[in-house]
């Protein structure tokens, strides 16, 4: 009997062991590939929200940057949006420059002007109805960047300057 009981315990702790085992393992299993999954599909949305459009729908802005609203003004009317954007952030001025010139390339709009001086950035672009200034300034804690864009004024067709004055 003494036999059979040893055994009977032995089986049983050799049971709770491969249980135990088979049950950390598991979780190892499992939280691994989550991991990986998650962090995989983490990557992708960052790369998708690393930038957004706000009232213009053609100006890339990063996220780093947030609205100060007490300086922005958005007029809508329909078919066109102008106005100016005030944003800030601690991003470095030579990032924001590259950024912007990629992006306002990948949405169609042409370099018309750069301007760069110590502690300020202007770039002028420009698309066939419409102009967009954007000026990066660096200060103290935060770097600000202004977005505008307006209706081209042309002298044929669109708006011209005889139109504004009358």
């Known amino acids: ?20 085992f088979l049950i950390s393992g598991c979780f190892g299993l499992g939280s691994s590939p989550k ?12 790369r998708e929200t690393t930038a957004v459009y706000y009232d213009f729908e053609d100006v890339l802005i990063p996220m780093e940057l947030s609205i100060v609203k007490n300086r922005t003004v958005v007029i809508l009317t329909p078919g066109f949006t102008s106005g100016l954007i005030t944003l800030k952030g601690r991003v470095e001025r030579q990032s924001l420059f590259n950024f912007f010139n990629n992006n306002m390339a990948k949405d169609n709009w042409t370099v018309i002007s750069q301007i760069k001086s110590p502690g300020i950035t202007i770039m002028v672009f420009q698309k066939p109805s419409r102009t967009s200034v954007i ?15 307006a209706p081209t004024i042309t002298g044929g067709s669109g708006l011209s300057g005889s139109n504004l004055i009358e």
């Open 35 to 46: 991991s990986e999954e998650d962090s995989s599909a983490d990557q992708p949305k960052s």
């Open 1 to 20: 009997m003494k036999a059979k009981y040893n055994i009977k315990s032995v089986v049983t702790i050799v049971v709770v062991v491969l249980l135990g």
């Open 135 to 149: 000026t990066i300034r660096d200060e103290q804690i935060y770097t600000y960047v202004e977005v505008g864009v």
